[in-house]
């Protein structure tokens, strides 16, 4: 291994220049970082400036570089040096920016950049360079499980980027649940009637392309392994069982409608009341000629009740929309006005959602005669030949009855999601969940599901993104959506999957850390084998041998860290993110005494969203303390105890925790760390009061990428707080 050469880097520009003395901080960088080179530039992302730090790269034989100018989240292609360690001291956005202009403020200000300076040279000497996964896996077939548009979708567009697709398929023809419609919403101008659905055609598009392998009437009985090398068995409907090995998997698995026979208030099971599925049948028997009733009967009037067991606040139903349903009574109201006029067609709404241009095919249907109402419904109830339906006229203020010879209860979209979908025990539909991957993790046989058995991804950040690394969901099976939705969810899914493929080929990270070569690295030697690490893990990265020792599954981790923090010994660390590089941080800070009256406050900031918005505060120039340290950490789940415990026996006087927003709703970009966190932190009080401190001295915060302006203010109120609490009385025994 080469000899360690580190070198630090200054820049003048930004204002730095005039706002900081740069000699004063060269010195300390020599003397304190003991740093082996140390230089200034008036513009360090400029050509001259980058040309600078690479010739002493190359030169110098420079190893590991500070770089002491903005945020690790600017200029990363100026200071793109893939040969070497690097950390980054945010003197712009995290100093001059944040720190109030004026000569009395000069020098907390150069207080907070030389501690900065100190904090990015005892990291970089706790730091290696990555090496990479050494255990690569090269496979970059896909796997799609399910074939109806959303999974044709998804293995057709992988399979147009050269690709290997294996599609496997349940039933024995493909097409799912748009193989069953008559026609489908319009997905194009003129967005004025009904179209056909396509399904036909794409069908015969997967059949004859050369990379794609199709397996009907086939389930997965196991599927194993991780991102480049999953093993999975395809069990057919004979008997015979196939395998295949994949390197990235697209669950399009699909949904069933919600069963009206749990909606009897609605008229679910009378002979006269239909879902829109059952409306759909009847279309494609009729074939463009007016439907019937399946007892043959004739239809002069129809009404089409919507969030039929949707937005249900009861708990008793579905609480969502399922999106396409307005869009889909429209469409099926047109099918009776377009084959007969003469039929009264009301459509009895709450709301009607019908984004994009589903405007202009709601005008469409109503120059067409379509009725739409906005009304509550109480009852379908069998009236002779007919039924009738009671409902509050919501313009009106009244209560009304109308008979309809058919009802059509507009029920919502529930995922083909497996085992792990989360029913009440007494419900008689749990016994119907059949596992879809058959997974061999320790974690379960299925996707992460949220409450109601939606597959479980970050929707604003990462659609498709599942907590199994390297397998996706698209279509229903991820949220309710249409056809035209799920055939863009498919393209997305098929992009996340082929990036996967590549990642794991090159031993790099999947996001949102993408391109991380570090991976975590674990001392067996000082493992208790509490298995902490394996059950805290959000992606089912972790398994264990023979003798319980955790066993890593390198490219199924995200490298958010939260083994580490969960590690009690300490034994778990990446090359370039450990207990100590944050540690030594934290013991970097020239700690001022207790007479001096500049409390110390550490802030470890989430660096998805917590620390770009204290970056975003400094951009928008809202002026918080200069008091505080911030510290980004990959995930608040990474955040090891014994970092509070140090910071609070070296004389800080408080720590504030910034991460994301965790729970039913969460923004967590690691699915779980910020709870875990939270969960971790709540149990510090304890050590708080043997070290005989207040327990506000440990403060953890939400913070949403979007709050620059708020985050300023929870320093500066946090900051009046520990005032008023005091100094630390541990300062001086650190």
């Not at 199709?214 to 015979?240: D, Y």
């Not at 970056?615 to 509070?644: E, K, Q, T």
Request: charged residues 25%; negative net charge.
């Amino acid at each position: 291994m080469a000899e360690m050469k580190t070198a630090a880097y200054l820049c003048a520009g930004c204002g730095l220049g005039e706002r900081l003395d740069l000699g004063q901080m060269e010195k300390i960088a020599q003397k304190e970082g003991k740093m082996a080179l140390v230089r200034r530039h008036d513009f360090l992302c400029s050509s001259e400036g980058v040309a600078l730090i690479r010739d002493d790269i190359e030169k110098e034989a420079v190893s590991h570089v500070v770089i002491a100018a903005c945020s690790r989240r600017a200029k990363t292609e100026a200071f793109d040096f893939p040969t070497v360690a690097m950390s980054r001291a945010n003197l712009r956005e995290g100093v001059i920016w944040i720190v109030a202009e004026g000569a009395e403020h000069d020098e907390v200000r150069q207080e907070m950049a030389n501690d900065y300076l100190r904090m990015g040279c005892a990291e970089l000497k706790k730091m290696k360079l990555p090496e990479g996964n050494p255990n690569k896996a090269g496979n970059k077939t896909v796997l799609v499980v399910g074939a109806g548009i959303s999974g044709m979708t998804a293995a057709l567009e992988t399979a147009k980027t050269g690709y290997e697709v294996v599609l496997v398929e349940k039933s024995g023809e493909l097409g799912g649940w748009a193989a069953k419609l008559w026609k489908r919403v319009p997905s194009r101008a003129p967005y004025d009637k009904p179209q056909d659905t396509g399904v036909a055609e794409l069908a015969a598009q997967v059949t004859s392309h050369q990379k794609i392998r199709v397996h009907l009437n086939s389930t997965l009985a196991e599927t194993a392994g991780a991102p480049g090398r999953f093993k999975v068995k395809i069990a057919k409907e004979s008997g015979a069982v196939a395998e295949e090995e994949v390197g990235a998997i697209i669950q399009a698995s699909g949904f069933e409608s919600y069963d009206i026979a749990k909606l009897p208030e609605l008229g679910g099971g009378l002979p006269h009341v239909t879902d829109q599925a059952g409306l759909e049948v009847l279309a494609k028997t009729a074939n463009g000629k007016p439907i019937k009733r399946a007892d043959g009967g004739e239809i002069k009037s129809v009404a089409f009740v919507q969030c039929a067991g949707q937005r249900d606040d009861t708990g008793t139903h579905l609480p969502y929309c399922s999106g396409h349903c307005c869009a889909t009574s429209i469409k099926q109201a047109m099918y009776f006005k377009d084959a007969n006029p003469e039929v009264d067609t009301v459509v009895l709404y709450t709301d009607l959602r019908v984004p994009g241009m589903g405007e202009d095919f709601y005008r469409s249907a109503q120059e067409k005669g379509v009725i739409f109402t906005k009304a509550k419904v109480s009852k379908v109830e069998s009236a002779g030949a007919a039924s009738r339906v009671n409902f509050r006229d919501l313009i009106l203020d009244e209560e009304v009855a109308m008979e309809a010879d058919l009802v059509v209860l507009a029920t919502g979209q529930v995922p083909n999601s497996g085992v792990n979908i989360d029913l009440p025990d007494e419900d008689e539909t749990k016994s119907k969940q059949v596992s879809i991957l058959n997974l061999n993790y320790r974690q379960g046989k299925d996707l992460p599901q949220l409450t109601h058995g939606l597959t479980d991804s970050h929707f604003i950040c990462f659609p498709y993104e599942t907590r199994r690394t390297g397998i996706y969901a698209a279509g229903p099976v991820r949220r309710p959506m249409d056809i035209l939705q799920a055939t863009e969810d498919a393209t997305g899914a098929a992009m996340k999957a082929i990036q996967a493929v590549e990642n794991a080929d090159a031993g790099r990270a999947s996001h949102p850390r993408v391109g991380d070569l570090s991976y975590p690295i674990v001392r067996l030697e000082g493992c208790t084998q509490c298995k902490r690490c394996t059950v805290e893990c959000p992606f089912g990265a972790i398994d264990e041998d023979e003798r319980r020792f955790p066993v890593f599954n390198e490219s199924r981790c995200r490298r958010c860290g939260t083994c580490m923090g969960a590690c009690p010994v300490r034994v778990i660390s990446f090359e370039n993110y450990s207990v100590d590089t944050v540690g030594n941080q934290i013991k970097a800070v020239d700690m001022p005494d207790e007479f001096s009256e500049k409390p110390r406050i550490l802030i470890l900031a989430c660096e998805n969203d917590a620390y770009p918005a204290l970056d975003m505060a400094g951009l928008s120039r809202h002026v918080y303390s200069a008091f505080v340290r911030a510290i980004p950490v990959r995930c608040l789940g990474s955040v090891n105890s014994i970092w509070i415990t140090d910071a609070l026996n070296s004389g800080y006087d408080g720590v504030m925790m910034m991460g994301c927003k965790h729970g039913e709703n969460y923004q967590c970009h690691f699915v779980k760390g910020s709870e875990l966190a939270n969960y971790r932190m709540s149990k510090i009080d304890d050590t708080l009061k043997q070290l005989g401190l207040e327990v506000e001295r440990v403060a953890s915060y939400e913070v949403a990428i979007t709050d620059n302006a708020r985050v300023a203010t929870l320093i500066n109120d946090y900051v009046a707080k520990i005032v008023e609490i005091g100094m630390s009385p541990m300062k001086g025994f650190g």
